[in-house]
């Protein structure tokens, strides 16, 4: 006989493109501001930098993903006062960006098809932290 198990929260998972206009800025001055905040909110690193190949579409010239423990948390995060404040530096050096943040409904991020494709961007060189 099987057991019941309770069903967790499932995970959130912000996928950031951005166009990178000064490096060397973008790298003293903003990532490890945004890198902190990101932490402190309580968001993972999964990946970040690293080359990015494009297949179809426009290709990003950065690339990162965060999971947070849930849509909530990851909502407040990027609303909270530290990223604001921390976007407006970034500002100075990128171009657009956009933040993708999903409750993908599964606990296990594998099993997604989106998923896979960060898997193979990984692969294909992104950072993983």
Same mark, same amino acid.
Not at 16 to 40: A, H, M, S, W, Y
Not at 62 to 83: H, I
Not at 105 to 114: A, Q
């Given at each position: 006989?099987? +057991?019941?198990? =309770?069903? /967790? ?6 996928? #950031?493109? #951005?166009?990178? *206009? ?7 001055? $903003?990532?490890?501001? #945004? ?13 970040? &930098?690293?080359?990015? !190949? &494009? ?9 990162? !993903? ?9 909502? =407040?995060? $990027? %609303? ?5 404040? /921390?976007?407006?530096? @970034? ?8 933040? *993708?943040? +999903?409750?993908? @409904? ?6 997604? &098809? #989106? %998923? ?8 294909? +060189?992104?950072?993983?932290?």
């Amino acid at each position: 006989m099987q +057991g019941l198990h =309770a069903q /967790a929260k499932p995970r959130a998972y912000a996928v #950031i493109e #951005i166009d990178v *206009r000064n490096q060397e800025g973008f790298t003293k001055e $903003f990532i490890p501001l #945004i890198g902190k905040t990101i932490t402190d909110q309580g968001g993972k690193y999964l990946a970040r &930098g690293g080359k990015i !190949v &494009g297949v179809a579409g426009r290709t990003p010239k950065r690339l990162t !993903v965060v999971e947070f423990e849930s849509l909530e948390k990851a909502q =407040a995060a $990027f %609303a909270s006062a530290a990223y604001k404040d /921390a976007r407006k530096i @970034g500002n100075k050096y990128s171009g657009s960006s956009w933040n *993708r943040v +999903g409750d993908f @409904g599964v606990e296990n991020p594998t099993k997604l &098809g #989106i %998923a896979r494709r960060f898997c193979i961007l990984a692969r294909a +060189g992104i950072r993983h932290e």
